[in-house]
């Protein structure tokens, strides 16, 4: 179809079959964004046009037309009827969501949950740390259930939190209420940050009793398990564990195929031993690794293709630093932590992995460490440093230049 208005819709479902038309005529129309979307009342009636649709057009109708309950839209409620999906990033997906052992039975509840909305877990609630993917499955979930026709909400607790605050100012907390009580799916992720906030949480209480009790989907995603969430009422945390509670972490084969996949997704053809840097600079954070392998595309991935490391290298790194800062080189294999040989030692660590392929373990032989976590700590103080400190800027340039026109 092009690009379609009612007008042109109607005529080309007339030139298709005459009694779609008349089928089509009992549905509320609206025109957004280059869609038709079809409101009824009538749940049977929705499936009926779905199908019949489906059976003309094939899939492909869906990136068109759009399929909806009405819902309590009938109260006539400002921002009701808006859209039938917000918050939602259509680049998450339940195919995109790369699954292992730390993941998988969040991943499995996730889809199940999406599959039958309100009937299975309600509520779903994922905790874990920082960049797990907590909010992919959310999203997920959200874009799955959007394609059934279902009215979605993704929000943070925040950003909910200030919506309440808005409408409480602006005397509109009924149109509030209504029109988080209209929704099918809501998705409330960061739930920790409703810590304190009274007046948040008793809106949300009786947001959540509404919906749960008219077997509405609801979930939501936490950094800490529900007993572990702190100035948040006592119902609420009940309410929170009467469903299901999923922990998603991330264990190093799962972290191992996110990389791969990331950078097949940005066309970078890498060797197992950039791989391998990559899980070694990168931490559990899938948005780190994420901005890492940009910054790969960006600037290329050449400097990690470096020649074999050799021991000479490292050796000869450790010299030039130690001669620039007027120790010995015995001194940064050594145990002295004062502040002159520590940042230099921090220095030597931070030009073996830049002008070599070391990995971070033969780093830390080279130097006499035990642990490679210290070689890790070091880099990241001088990239940390050298991005506030001109003059620290000014030394490392030097000494790369200086020592990689040597090795």
């Given at each position: 179809m092009e690009e379609l208005n009612i007008k042109t819709f109607l005529s080309y479902v007339e030139r298709v079959d005459r009694g779609l038309l008349s089928l089509v005529g009992k549905f509320r129309m609206e025109e957004r964004e280059g869609k038709i979307f079809l409101f009824t009342e009538d749940r049977k009636l929705?499936?009926?046009?779905?199908?019949?649709?489906?059976?003309?057009?094939?899939?492909?109708?869906?990136?068109?037309?759009?399929?909806?309950?009405?819902?309590?839209?009938?109260?006539?409620?400002?921002?009701?009827?808006?859209?039938?999906?917000?918050?939602?990033?259509?680049?998450?997906?339940?195919?995109?969501?790369?699954?292992?052992?730390?993941?998988?039975?969040?991943y499995e509840v996730a889809l199940e949950v999406a599959n039958s909305p309100g009937s299975l877990y309600n509520p779903l609630f994922i905790y874990g740390g920082v960049g797990l993917g907590k909010t992919h499955l959310l999203q997920a979930i959200g874009n799955f259930c959007v394609e059934k026709g279902y009215h979605v909400v993704y929000k943070s607790?925040?950003?909910?939190?200030?919506?309440?605050?808005?409408?409480?100012?602006?005397?509109?907390?009924?149109?509030?209420?209504?029109?988080?009580?209209?929704?099918?799916?809501?998705?409330?992720?960061?739930?920790?940050?409703?810590?304190?906030?009274?007046?948040?949480?008793?809106?949300?209480?009786?947001?959540?009793?509404?919906?749960?009790?008219?077997?509405?989907?609801?979930?939501?995603?936490?950094?800490?398990?529900?007993?572990?969430?702190?100035?948040?009422?006592?119902?609420?945390?009940?309410?929170?564990?009467?469903?299901?509670v999923v922990e998603i972490c991330l264990d190093e084969l799962t972290k191992l195929e996110i990389i791969k996949r990331k950078l097949c997704e940005l066309k970078i053809e890498v060797q197992d031993r950039i791989v391998e840097s990559l899980m070694e600079q990168t931490s559990n954070n899938v948005r780190d690794i994420e901005g890492t392998i940009r910054g790969l595309k960006l600037r290329g991935v050449e400097h990690l293709k470096r020649k074999k490391v050799s021991v000479n290298d490292l050796e000869k790194i450790k010299l030039y630093t130690a001669v620039h800062f007027g120790i010995e080189p015995e001194e940064l294999t050594g145990s002295k932590r004062s502040k002159k040989v520590n940042r230099a030692r921090h220095i030597a660590f931070y030009l073996c992995r830049k002008l070599t392929d070391a990995s971070l373990i033969e780093i830390a032989r080279a130097f006499n460490r035990n642990d490679h976590s210290t070689v890790i700590y070091g880099i990241r103080k001088i990239e940390e440093e050298r991005r506030k400190d001109r003059k620290l800027n000014y030394i490392i340039s030097f000494l790369e230049k200086h020592i990689g026109d040597r090795l």
């Open positions: 929705k499936e009926n046009i779905e199908s019949f649709l489906l059976t003309k057009f094939g899939n492909g109708f869906r990136d068109k037309v759009v399929v909806l309950l009405e819902g309590e839209e009938s109260d006539g409620s400002p921002g009701v009827r808006k859209k039938a999906a917000e918050g939602l990033n259509v680049k998450y997906s339940f195919n995109n969501f790369v699954v292992g052992e730390g993941n998988r039975l969040a607790a925040n950003d909910f939190s200030e919506e309440m605050v808005e409408a409480i100012k602006t005397g509109s907390v009924k149109e509030f209420r209504n029109r988080y009580r209209s929704i099918d799916l809501l998705l409330l992720d960061d739930i920790q940050f409703l810590s304190g906030k009274t007046r948040t949480q008793v809106e949300f209480f009786n947001i959540f009793n509404h919906m749960f009790l008219k077997e509405k989907q609801i979930v939501l995603a936490s950094d800490r398990h529900p007993k572990e969430l702190k100035d948040v009422s006592d119902r609420l945390v009940s309410r929170f564990e009467g469903g299901l």
